[in-house]
């Protein structure tokens, strides 16, 4: 197994800013293919892999399959269960386009090359399925835009627990509802979530200056420190003071290993 080196951390941070923006998807697989080949760690491996599918609603069949050879051939055949794991809860899909894009996508490749084919196949598999985490992301504003680079002494906003790059969605929906005092404004995000809400209208009070509003946020599944330095600092610019409650502590590589089937050293 490979060391890491600083260029190579330098260029795993591009890659992953390049996958949450959306830009450079093509350059992004070639890093991650790479990074698989020289079996740099099987666990940020997979992480990768996952960003990738989430912020992309799934890989087009023909980059999942090939990544997924690649990756168990450079950290062994075991590891079909650790994918099946990861297919199953939803953080390695592949996509599966619409029955009518297929007609058509079948009917234009007849009348081209079979390179230019393979292309139309791959831009057919992105428009069968938007991404939902670009939509949130755009409705969220979650990866925020800066002129010049983000000033980490005088940090303006959540995103500084990421040198800018990237608002936590969980932290985000808990302040557009803290805001708003509602979910009134939010449908389009929680359709997009897949999920429902329930809420009262939170009622405005009378605080005294000395007096802060206490906020119970309850995360099912785990949180990270990530998430809780953002709710921190969003509460002390709102006036607003957070107990958390939740049942595990949980960073990427925790959530990762659980879904491995064999004993990884990483």
């Known amino acids: 197994m490979k060391k890491k080196t600083k260029q190579d951390f330098q260029e795993l941070l591009k890659t992953e800013h390049s996958l949450l923006e959306g830009f450079d998807i093509r350059e992004s697989i070639s890093f991650i293919e790479e990074h698989i080949n020289r079996q740099v760690s099987p666990v940020e491996s997979l992480r990768l892999l996952c960003l990738l599918s989430i912020t992309e609603n799934g890989l087009i069949s023909k980059d999942y399959r090939s990544l997924k050879t690649q990756y168990l051939q450079s950290y062994g055949p075991e590891h079909?269960?650790?994918?099946?794991?990861?297919?199953?809860?939803?953080?390695?899909?592949?996509?599966?386009?619409?029955?009518?894009l297929t007609v058509v996508e079948s009917k234009m490749s007849k009348l081209v090359t079979d390179k230019a084919a393979g292309k139309l196949s791959d831009a057919f598999s992105s428009l069968a399925r938007k991404s939902n985490f670009r939509g949130l992301s755009k409705k969220l504003n979650l990866i925020?835009?800066?002129?010049?680079?983000?000033?980490?002494?005088?940090p303006r906003d959540m995103a500084y627990i990421f040198s800018g790059a990237y608002i936590p969605l969980s932290c985000k929906i808990i302040e557009q509802v803290l805001d708003r005092k509602t979910w009134i404004g939010l449908e389009e995000v929680v359709r997009l979530l897949n999920g429902n809400e329930f809420s009262d209208a939170l009622s405005e009070g009378s605080p005294t200056s000395d007096s802060q509003r206490l906020i119970l946020a309850v995360f099912l599944g785990g949180c990270t420190f990530s998430e809780i330095s953002a709710l921190r600092f969003f509460g002390k610019s709102k006036g607003y003071r957070f107990i958390f409650l939740t049942t595990a502590i949980t960073n990427s590589a925790r959530l990762l290993e659980a879904m491995v089937e064999t004993s990884l050293n990483v």
Not at 80 to 100: A, F, I, M, Y
Not at 144 to 154: C, F, Q
Request: aromatic fraction near 4%; charge should be negative; glycine fraction near 10%.
């Open 144 to 154: 925020p835009h800066v002129d010049g680079e983000y000033d980490l002494k005088i």
């Open 80 to 100: 079909l269960l650790t994918l099946s794991n990861l297919k199953r809860v939803g953080l390695l899909t592949e996509q599966v386009p619409g029955e009518t």
